[in-house]
């Protein structure tokens, strides 16, 4: 017998399973990490003023935040200073662990 979820019990599912490998410490490296945390924020509704779907991460070494932009089907990431100021250059992927693997290379430079 299989069991048959709809949507919003899917999101609900994967909400809470996110949340038990992020509590439990179950991802293999520091970039599943973050697109854990950030597909959290975006299926428990997170949105930008331009309702895309947005996330907000912080670290001891770098703060950013993701949004995911429908009209060009890519992720986009601003870094912030330890004073929350923006900082350049502005990051964009179709893919969110090679996005979060830039993001971490810079922080490191």
Excluded: W
């Excluded at 599943?32 to 001891?60: M, R, W």
Aim: aromatic fraction near 10%; hydrophobic fraction near 30%.
């Amino acid at each position: 017998m299989r069991l048959e979820y709809n949507e919003n019990q899917e999101k609900e599912l994967r909400i809470t399973e996110i949340e038990a490998i992020l509590e439990n410490e179950l991802y293999e490296n520091e970039v599943e990490e973050h697109c854990l945390e950030i597909e959290l924020q975006f299926l428990q509704g997170n949105k930008n003023s331009y309702d895309e779907p947005h996330a907000f991460v912080e670290t001891d070494n770098v703060s950013f935040d993701v949004i995911y932009e429908y009209e060009n089907d890519r992720y986009s990431a601003t870094l912030y200073d330890k004073n929350g100021n923006p900082q350049l250059p502005y990051l964009n992927s179709e893919n969110l662990e090679e996005l979060i693997g830039q993001i971490l290379e810079i922080k490191t430079q």
